[in-house]
C-alpha cells in the first residue's frame, strides 16, 4: 500500500498549495491591478496586506449562507460543486516537475501521470460549463439565466478553436501524456535556443499559443471575454444569487481554471520545468540567483535606505527567507527537485500575470462581437494553423 | 454463475449494465411524454450499446469495439445537432414539447 | 508503339468540342477544329504507316481487355496491315477534303457546330471501324457510323422528308445489322474467339464447305449486315432517300466511306468466305443484281443527287461483284477510286446545287458549262473515270472487276458489261442536262468559293490518275495473294473500255444530238419505263409486304392488346393492391410515435426472444 | 478486488441515474442524470481498458451532446411535463410486459453467450489507448471515418437551415 500512502501524501501537499495559491492569486491580482491603476492596494491586514487572503475566507466562511426562496434548490445548491470540483480535478494529472527521488523514494512531481492527460483536461473544461449554465438556470433569475447561457454558449464556442491549438502542437509530441509532451521539448536547437513548442516549426506553434491565450481567456471567463459576469449589464451574471461560501466555490473554480489552464500552456508550449537555455551555460543557478537578488534588495531596502517606518521589520524579514531560498535551491541534494520546480512555477506565474495584466488594461467585448470572434475568426485561423503543421509535420518529421 | 467472485469482473457484469440501462432507456422512451427527454432516452440506449460494444472489445482483445464505439458518439453528435434543431423548430411552430400532441403524421 | 488510337481519337476530340462548346464557338473556330482535328488524324495516319512502311505483317496495338466473360476475351486492340492502311487514307484524306469542301458549302446554315460535331464523330466511328481488330470493336464502328448517318440524313430535321428518310436509313439498317450481329454470336459459338487474327487462323485450317455449313451460315450473315450498310439488293432503298442529307455528308458518308464499309467487311473477312463458295457466289449474284437495278433506276431520274445516288449503288454493286468473283483486291481498288470520283462527282454536284441555289432537277439545269467551268472541268474528271473512258482510275478498278468476273462467270461477266455501258450512259446523261443546252432555271448560277473547288481540283486530279498512282491490288499482295484474276486480257480491256464509251456515244445521242429522243423512247417503252421510273415499285412493295403489315399488326396487337390490356392492366392491378394493403395497414399508423415505439420494441423482444430459443450467440 | 468495487459502484450509480432520469418528472433533472450515468460510464470504460473511450465519452457526450441539451432545455424553459391529452393505449398496454420480457431475454442471453469465462481484469486486456484507437481509425476504419466526417457536415448544415428563423 505504499503507492495509496505516496499518492495520499501527494494528494494533500499538492491540494494544499494549490488551494493557498489560489486564495493568494487573488491578493496578487488585486495588487498587480492597484499597481496598475496606480494605486496601493490591500494593504491593511498584514504587511502589504499579506493576510488578506486569509481574513476573506474567514468572511466568506462566516457569512450566513442564505438560499433564495424561489431558487431550484437542488440544482442551485449542486451548481457550484459542480464547477468547483471540476476545476480542482484538472490540477490531478499537472505534472509540475520530473522523476525525482527525495529519502530514496522515487516518484513523479504529479499527482498522476495518465496517457491521456489533455483529454482529461479537456474533459474537466467541458464539464465546467455544467456548473456555470446550472447557476444561472437554477437561480430563477433572468440575469443570472441570461449569464448562464452567455457562459455556456462562449464556452462551448471557445472550446472548439481551444482544442484545436491544443491538438496543434499535439501533432509534433506524438503524445497525450502532459508528462511525455514536455520530455518531447527536451533538447536545444543550435545548441541554445530551447525546443520549446512555441520556438518550433519557424514559429507556426507560436500562433497556436496565441490562440490558446486567447481562447483561454474565453474558456476561464476572464476579462476582455467575462461576458457572463459583466457587472454593467448582468449584474454579476451567473453567480448573481451566490452568496458566502457557494460563491467563493466559483471564486476558486475561476481561479483554478485560469491556474490549470496556464500550466497546460506552460506545459503545451513553454516546455514545462525545461530551463529555456541549457545547463551548460549555468542555467540550473538561475533560481539561486533571482532569490538571492531578492533578498538582497529586500535587505537593501529595509535597513540601509528605509521608505516606511513599518517595513523596518517585514522588509529584513522576507529578505532573510528570501536568502534562504535561494541557499535551498543550491543545496546539493534539493536542486534537481527545485530546480525544475521553480521554471515551471516561473512560467506559469508569467502566464498569470498577463492574465491579470490584460484584466487591467483591456476592455469588455460586446457579446455579437465575441461570438463572431469565436467563430469568424479563431476557428478559421486555428484550423488552418493545424493544417499546416500537420503538413510540416508530414513533411518533415 | 460463479458464486466465488475472483479478482476482477466478470464480463457479463457490464453486459447486464448495458442490458439494464438499455431497457431503462426504452422504458424512457415509451413512457416519457417531454420530446426532449424521449431524445435523451435514445441516447442512453446509445450508451448503453456503447458499453457493450466495448466490453465486447474487451473480450476478444481487438480495438474494434472502441471504433464503434467512436462511431456512434460521432452518430450521435451529429444526432443530437440535427434532433435539436427539429425540436426547436417544433416547438416554434405549435408550441408543445409534448410527444403525443406532434401527431399530424396520421390518417 | 505507334499510338493508333491517336487517329480516330483526334476527331473524337473535335466532337466533344464542337458537341460541348460549338455553341459559343464562332463559326470558323469551330471549322478549325473540324478540319483541324480530321486533317490532323490524317496526317497521324500517314505518319504511323511512314513508320510501319512496308507493313509486312499485321501491327496490333492491344490497349485494355474491354470484355471478359468466360472464355471469351475481347479486348480493345487496333491493328494496321494494308487492307487497314488503304481504308485509313481514304478516310481520312477524303474525309479531310470534304471537311474543307463543307466549311463553305454549309457556311449559312444555322446547326454548323452540330454538323461538324456530327462529321467528326462519324469519322471517329469510321476509322474504329478500319483500324478495329475484332469483329465487336468492327460492329461498334459498324454501328456508330450508322447513328452518325442517320443524324446527318436528319441533319434538316425540320424538314420531314429529312426525318423519314433518316428513319428509314436507320431501320433498314437495323435490319442488315440484326443479320451482322447473329454472324458475330455464329462466329463466337463456332471459333470461340472475336479476333481477326484468330479467327481467320481457325477459318484457314477448315476445309473448304462445298455445300451449306457453318461458314456459309457465317458468312450469309456478314453478307446480310453489308447489304444493308453497303446499300444492295435487297437493303438498298435507303441510300437513295438517304440524299435528303447535305450534300458533303453524301458524298463522305453515302459514296465515299461508310457505304463502303460492308465491302471492306467482306475484304476483311475473305478468309472465311473462300472457304464458303455458295456464299461467295451469293456476294457475286447481289452484287451484279445490285448494279443492274440501280443503274438502269439511274437512267431515268431527274434529281441530280438520286441519279448519282442510284449510280453509288451499282458501283457498290460493282464492288460486290468483284468480291463474290474472288478479287477482293480489285474490290477494294474500286472502292478506293470509286471514293475518289464518287465523291467529286457528289462534291460537283453539291457546287451545281450551290450554284443553282438549291435546285437539284435537273430538268431546270443545263447550260452552266460556262457559268461554273472549274466545277465543269473537275465534274468532267469524275465522269470519265466513272465512264470507264481507258487510263482513268476508273477504268482501271473496272477493268480488274470485270477481268475477274469474266474468269468466274463469262455470263456474270457480259452483265456486267452492259452495266457498265448504262453507267456511262446515265453519267453523261446527267452531265449533258447540267452543262450543256440553255439554262432552263430560274436562278443566276455563279461560281462556288474556293473552299469548295479546291477539293474538286484535288479530287478531280485523284480520279483521273488515282488509277495509275495506286496499283492497290499490287499493294494488296501480302493480304489478298494475287490470282490469275489479276492477269491484264487486252481483248477485255478492250471491250470494257469500248462499252464505256458506247454508252457515252448514246448519251450523246440522246440528249444533245436530239433533244426529242428520250421522250420518245420512254413512249415507245411505255410500261417499262414507268416500272424504271418508278424504281420497280421497290418501296411500294416493300411498304405493302413489310411495312404496313407490321404497322397494323403492331396496332392492332401490341399496342390495344397487350401494351393497353396486358401491361396496363397488370400496372393498374399492382395498383389497387398495394391501395388495397395500404388501406388495411394504415390503420397502424396513429401518428402516435408511443406505438410505433412499442411496435419496435415487440419486434426487438421477438428477435432477442428468439435468439435465446435458438441458443445464445452461437 | 479494488475494480471490482470500483465496478460495483459505479454500475450502482450509472443504473441510478438512469433510473433517475426515467422516473424525473423534470427534463433538467433527466438531463443530469443522463450526464451522471455517462460520466459512471466513462469510468466503466476506464475499468475495461478503454481509456481513450473514456475521454472522449466525457468530452464528446458529457462534454458537448448534453451540453446541447441542457442548453435547449433552458431556451425552451421546458418545465414540468402537464399530462397528456391523449396517449397511445397500446404503449399503455403492452410497455410494461414487453419491457420485463426484453430484460428477461436480455439478460438470459447474456448470460447464455457469456455467462462463465472472461474476467475483466483493470490494467490487463485490450489495446485501448489513443494511439492504438487512432492506428484503427486511420487505417482499417478510415473510409468509415471520412464518411462520418461528411455525415458531421450535413448534419451542421441541416441544423443550420432549420434553426433559420423564418421556417417558409
Redesign the interface.
Known sequence: MNFFLLSLLKLGLVAFVFLTALAYLQWIERKVIAHVQVRVGPNRVGPHGLLQPLVDTIKLLTKEDLVPSYVNRF?YL?APVLSVSTALVSIAVIPFGPEIEIFGIRTYMQLTD???GV??L??AS??G??GV??A??SSNNKYA?LG??RA??QM?SY?LPLALAIATPLLLYNT?SLRGIVEAQQGYFFGFLARWGVFSLFGLLFIAFIIFLICAFAETNRIPFDLPEAENELVAGFHTEYSSMKFAAFFMAEYANMVNICCLATHLFLGGWLPPFPAAYGSQYIPALVFAAGGALCLFHGTVNLYRARDKYTLPAFGVVFLLIAGLHLAPPLMPVLVPLFWFLAKTGFLLFVYIWVRATLPRFRYDQLMHFAWGWMFPVSIVNLFAVGLLVALFF | MPPQLPDGVPLFAYLLVSAVLFVLGVAGFLFRKNLITVFMSIELMLNAVNLSFVAFSYRWGKVDGHLFTFFVMVVAAAEAAVGLAIILTVFKNRSTLIVDDVDSLKL | MQHLWLIPFLPFLGFLINGLFGKRLSNPLVSLVAVGASALSFLWALKVLAALAPIGQTHVETYFTWIQSGPIHVPVELAVDRLTAVMLLVVTGIGTLIHIYATAYMAHEDGYYRFFAYLNLFMFFMLTLVLANNYLLLFVGWEGVGLCSYLLIGFYYLKHSASTAGNKAFIVNRVGDFGFSLGIFLIVVHFGTLSFPAVFEKAKAMPVEAGAGWLTAICLLLLAGATGKSAQVPLYVWLPDAMEGPTPVSALIHAATMVTAGVYMVARSAALFVKAPVAMEAVAIVGLLTAVLAATIGITQYDIKKVYAYSTVSQLGYMFLGLGAGAFSAGIWHVVTHAFFKALLFLGAGSVIHACHHEQDMRYMGGLRSKTPITFATLTCAWLAISGVPFTSGWYSKEAILGAVHAHHPWMYWIALVTAGVTAFYVSRSMFMTFWGEYRGHAHPHESPVAMWAPLAVLAVLSIAGGFLFDIPHILEPVFPRGEHGAHDLTLEIIGSAAGLIGIGLAWLFYVASPGLPKRAAEALGGLYTLVYNKYFVDEVYDATIVSPLIGGSRALLWKGLDAGVIDGAVNGAGLLAAAIGGGLRRLQSGNIRSYATWVVAGSAAVVVLLGVMGGAR | MLDAALFSLFAFIAIACGIVMVTQKHPIASALSLIGVMGSLAILYLLLGAAFIAAAQLIVYAGAIMVLFLFVIMLLNAGQEPPARRTSLLAKLLGIPLLIVLTGALSFVVMLAFGHGTVVKFGTGTPGSAEDVGRALFTTYLLPFEITSVLVLIAILGAVVLARKEMD
Open positions: 440544482f449542486l495518465l496517457n491521456i483529454l482529461v479537456l474533459a467541458g464539464l460549463v455544467y449554465a446550472l444561472g438556470w439565466l448562464g447561457l455556456s454558449a462551448i472550446e497525450l
